[in-house]
């Protein structure tokens, strides 16, 4: 449990994983009224430990998107403090129409750590505002991760969520992230030149700039990597991922899952396409 300023305190999930690195940061925001964002696992020893800490006093849930980690708490905090959940919407919410199509073909067999139960008492769209007398959050809906993924612009830093990690690349596991939607959403987190990036999991970022770029560096390199192999022909996803990547075998699903989210921009783009209907085991070859 710690906080860089007086109104601020993250208290760490005990879920630590190759995903969620050291766990899920819990954030407190405010004194008056406390603020919770992404309230984390149902895990009743991490609640009680935001309970406590909220001293009676909190008013909003906050949750960036409905991933379990993130996610699973919420209706239990919710009971134990009587504060609404709010979010961009339900797991499926925000997809671009690709995604939505891929999703309803039952094609592409998405939705890792989706929170299926998941519904907020309140519905936030871009740009709403949520304050207190101590506080004041501007929901900005940042999508790739997850469509309806959110973030929330506090003075001059910004709750991001999963869309950036100081220790850890974003995955893109198609349908419900998107390789287009998240290279905006870099755009869009850059143009408001935060000072700090405070992400749901490992430590603060205190050069965005620096590291959004370094992001969006990455990406262009692993679409010319994709590009670069499919010039010796045909190939899928995984095959892709055995190629390009040097992780564990246990990670691979989730590189296979990064490259179709590449593969399926490219097709977008134009300058690739499937050699039948597209799925995850499609085979894609350069247009």
């Not at 190759?18 to 766990?23: A, E, K, S, V």
């Not at 339900?90 to 199509?101: E, F, K, N, Y």
């Not at 750590?113 to 709403?128: H, I, K, M, N, Y």
Request: hydrophobic share 40%; net charge negative.
């Amino acid at each position: 449990m710690d906080g860089p300023t007086k109104e601020l305190l993250r208290i760490l999930a005990p879920n630590p994983s190759p995903l969620t690195g050291p766990g899920t940061n819990t954030f407190l925001l405010g004194r008056d009224r406390v603020a919770v964002i992404d309230p984390g696992p149902d895990d009743p020893g991490h609640l009680a430990a935001i309970v406590q800490a909220g001293r009676g006093r909190i008013s909003h849930i906050l949750v960036t998107h409905a991933h379990r980690d993130h996610s699973l708490g919420a209706p239990r905090l919710a009971r134990m403090t009587g504060a609404p959940v709010l979010a961009f919407g339900d797991a499926l919410s925000g997809r671009s129409p690709m995604m939505r199509r891929l999703a309803d073909q039952g094609a592409t067999g998405g939705g890792e750590g989706l929170d299926l139960s998941f519904a907020p008492d309140v519905a936030l769209r871009d740009g709403d505002v949520i304050e207190a007398t101590d506080w004041r959050l501007t929901a900005l809906h940042t999508p790739g991760h997850s469509g309806g993924h959110l973030s929330f612009l506090w003075g001059d830093r910004i709750f991001c969520g999963d869309v950036v990690m100081g220790w850890s690349s974003t995955i893109i596991s198609p349908p419900d992230g998107d390789l287009a939607d998240y290279l905006r959403t870099l755009d869009r987190l850059a143009h408001h030149r935060p000072e700090c990036l405070l992400p749901a999991h490992g430590d603060a970022i205190g050069n965005p700039a620096q590291r959004l770029a370094e992001l969006a560096a990455h990406r262009r390199q692993r679409t010319a990597q994709i590009l670069g192999a499919l010039r010796d022909g045909p190939c899928d996803a995984a095959a892709l991922a055995r190629r390009i990547y040097d992780v564990p075998p246990h990670l691979l699903p989730a590189a296979t899952r990064n490259v179709l989210a590449h593969l399926l921009a490219l097709t977008d783009l134009g300058a690739v396409s499937p050699l039948d209907t597209l799925h995850v085991q499609a085979r894609f070859a350069l247009a």
